[in-house]
C-alpha cells in the first residue's frame, strides 16, 4: 500500500507505508532521509537495539516459566521466573538508559507518538516487572498464582506492543540508524 504526500514538497511522492494518524505516522521526508544514528553507539552501531534483546527474552522466559509453575506446580519454575525477573529487570535498566539518551537528545524522537508511546510503554514494563520481582521476595512460589502471572502476562503483552512501536522508530523515522540526517527533521 502506497501513499502519496503533496503537502511536505508540493509535488507528488509516494512513500510505502500508510500513514493512519495517531498510531502510525509517515512522513515522506523521513522516508527518503538518511536517518539519524543513535546517540548512544559503538562504532557506528547502536546500542539501544542491541541491549533489548535480553531483557526481552528474561522476561517472556519468566512468562514461560509461569506458565510451567501453573501446570505442574514445581518449584523449579518459581525459582526460575524469579531469575529470570531480576534478570530482566537489570538488564531492561540497562536497555532504559540507551533509550532515554536517544529519547532525550533525539528530537525527532520526542516529535513522534511512536517515541512517546514506546518510552511510556517500556517505563510502565519496567515498573511493572519491579512489582513482579517484589511481590516474590521471600515467598516465590506462594505469589505466583494468580498475580505473578498475571503481571507477567501483561509485561508480555506490553513488550510486544512496544517492540512494534521501537521498530516504527527504526524503520519508518530512521532514528537509531547508521546515517547523516538532522536529530530534528529530515
Not at 505466583?144 to 516504527?168: K, N, R
Amino acid at each position: 500500500m502506497e501513499t502519496t504526500d503533496t503537502t511536505t514538497t508540493g509535488s507528488s511522492a509516494s512513500s510505502p507505508f500508510p500513514n493512519i494518524p495517531p498510531v502510525i505516522e509517515t512522513d515522506d521526508r523521513e522516508y527518503r532521509d538518511t536517518g539519524v544514528p543513535s546517540t548512544v553507539a559503538i562504532a557506528g552501531h547502536p546500542l539501544h537495539p542491541l541491549s533489548v534483546i535480553f531483557p526481552i527474552a528474561f522476561l517472556a522466559a519468566a512468562l514461560g516459566s509461569d506458565f510451567g509453575y501453573w501446570l505442574t506446580r514445581d518449584f523449579f519454575w518459581a525459582r526460575a521466573s524469579i531469575w529470570l525477573i531480576g534478570l530482566g529487570l537489570g538488564g531492561g535498566l540497562i536497555a532504559a538508559a540507551t533509550g532515554l539518551s536517544d529519547f532525550l537528545k533525539i528530537e525527532r524522537v520526542r516529535k513522534r507518538n511512536a517515541g512517546w508511546i514506546h518510552m511510556i510503554l517500556n517505563v510502565s514494563i519496567l515498573v511493572l516487572t519491579l512489582l513482579n520481582f517484589l511481590i516474590r521476595l521471600g515467598n516465590i512460589d506462594g505469589r505466583i498464582l494468580p498475580w505473578g502471572l498475571l503481571i507477567s502476562l501483561v509485561v508480555g503483552t506490553l513488550t510486544s506492543v512496544s517492540g512494534w512501536f521501537g521498530a516504527e522508530l527504526s524503520y519508518r523515522h530512521k532514528i537509531g540508524v547508521v546515517g547523516a540526517g538532522s536529530k530534528r527533521y529530515p
